[in-house]
């Protein structure tokens, strides 16, 4: 493509979308020498991206129980940018844990995944004295990560700043209107120009309690969907999430009663939980839920269809886009041209 072979390392690139797939193309972009500005048409509280409402999990291995081998590769690769780029990323692996009537569920699982220990009653309350008496065992991961992303979205945009990017809020901007690279990062906001994208919408709960501690998120099997309870700061949990074929916003009572009853199924002691946000976001999806590079001709990229897996596999698209421009290299699981 033209923009490859006519782009030197301060060349200047325009990204759409300041959410977890345009922040590490800037980030990455950036650090590589290249005029950055990303640009991002909501404040920068991000309340209407998808990200403002995600669990943060990077959790390569438990994903991998449902997902495309793709998604474990990208995930595995971008723990080490997480780790490179923010190294104060937590890193306290995650647990999987089930009650005895879901025990088929919990073995399918551990089948399933690779990357864990298996631990007995006392092992767990060894590694998270809150759950002590309450499983009989667990299934520890202890390379996952997990990452607060009202917390480290503007950690990214401050780090894409102190690499010499610029970042303009509430701008709302289409890739005709920019010069040089453009890179359209906008997720469910680019229907116009990639019309499968469909929202599968997740919803969520936080709550508040100094009577649980934990240091890494618990996933609870569950027939439908993987619930988890993640540990913020300030005694915050956020209980999620639910996979719905709806694009409407807001949280039912049905997946409420589900994901209260998830954490009041890890510890009783949540019962007593004060009730602070119920939230939804719709994860942008291709047909067959895999992430796109789309290298659109003329100057622009798309990067889309990140679906449950932005903040695992973000920082890997932004490294396969620069491998792109950089070096003309391609990674053919990921990207295609239109
Ligand atoms: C409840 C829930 C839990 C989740 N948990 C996890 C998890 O644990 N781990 C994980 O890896 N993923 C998780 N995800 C998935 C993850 O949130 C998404 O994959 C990811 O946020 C998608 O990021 P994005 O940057 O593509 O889209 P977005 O975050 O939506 O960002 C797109 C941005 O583009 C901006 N934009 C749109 N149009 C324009 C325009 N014309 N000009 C300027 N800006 C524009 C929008 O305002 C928006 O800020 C979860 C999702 C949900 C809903």
């Known amino acids: 493509m033209q923009h490859r072979s006519n782009l030197?390392?301060?060349s200047p690139v325009?990204?759409?979308g300041a959410?977890?797939?345009?922040?590490w193309q800037a980030l990455l972009f950036a650090k590589a020498g290249h005029a950055v500005t990303l640009y991002e048409r909501s404040d920068a509280a991000l309340m209407h991206a998808t990200s403002h409402w995600a669990g943060g999990m990077l959790a390569p291995y438990c994903e991998s129980e449902a997902?495309?081998?793709?998604?474990?590769?990208?995930?595995?690769?971008?723990?080490?940018?997480?780790?490179?780029e923010l190294p104060e990323t937590p890193f306290n692996g995650s647990l999987v844990v089930a009650h005895a009537r879901d025990r088929a569920d919990y073995e399918r699982f551990a089948r399933r995944t690779c990357g864990h220990q298996r631990l007995d009653a006392a092992q767990l309350a060894e590694l998270e004295p809150s759950l002590e008496g309450r499983f009989r065992e667990g299934l520890f991961?202890?390379?996952?990560?997990?990452?607060?992303?009202?917390?480290?979205?503007?950690q990214l945009h401050q780090r894409i700043i102190e690499a010499g990017g610029t970042i303009h809020f509430d701008c709302d901007v289409h890739s005709g209107d920019l010069d040089g690279?453009?890179?359209?990062?906008?997720?469910?906001?680019a229907r116009d120009v990639e019309p499968e994208l469909r929202g599968v919408k997740g919803e969520m709960i936080l709550i508040e309690t100094d009577e649980v501690q934990l240091a890494r998120p618990v996933r609870l099997m569950h027939p439908r969907w993987p619930l988890y309870v993640i540990p913020r700061e300030n005694n915050l949990f956020m209980l999620g999430a639910t996979s719905l074929e709806a694009e409407h916003t807001g949280v039912s009572l049905r997946s409420a009663l589900e994901l209260l009853g998830a954490a009041y199924a890890v510890h009783p002691a949540f019962a007593e939980a004060r009730l602070v946000e119920f939230g939804s976001g719709l994860r942008p999806a291709y047909p067959d839920n895999l992430p796109r590079i789309t290298l659109a001709g003329g100057n622009v990229i798309r990067v889309n269809g990140l679906y449950r897996h932005g903040f695992l596999i973000a920082p890997s698209l932004a490294q396969a886009t620069l491998n792109y421009v950089a070096r003309g290299q391609i990674d053919n699981e990921?990207?295609?041209c239109v």
């Open 8 to 10: 030197r390392g301060n």
């Open 14 to 16: 325009s990204i759409i």
């Open 19 to 23: 959410g977890v797939a345009g922040a």
């Open 67 to 84: 997902s495309e081998p793709i998604i474990s590769r990208l995930g595995l690769a971008a723990l080490d940018l997480w780790r490179r």
């Open 141 to 154: 991961y202890p390379a996952e990560g997990h990452v607060e992303p009202r917390r480290v979205l503007p």
């Open 181 to 189: 690279l453009v890179i359209d990062c906008r997720g469910l906001g």
């Open 334 to 336: 990921v990207m295609r």
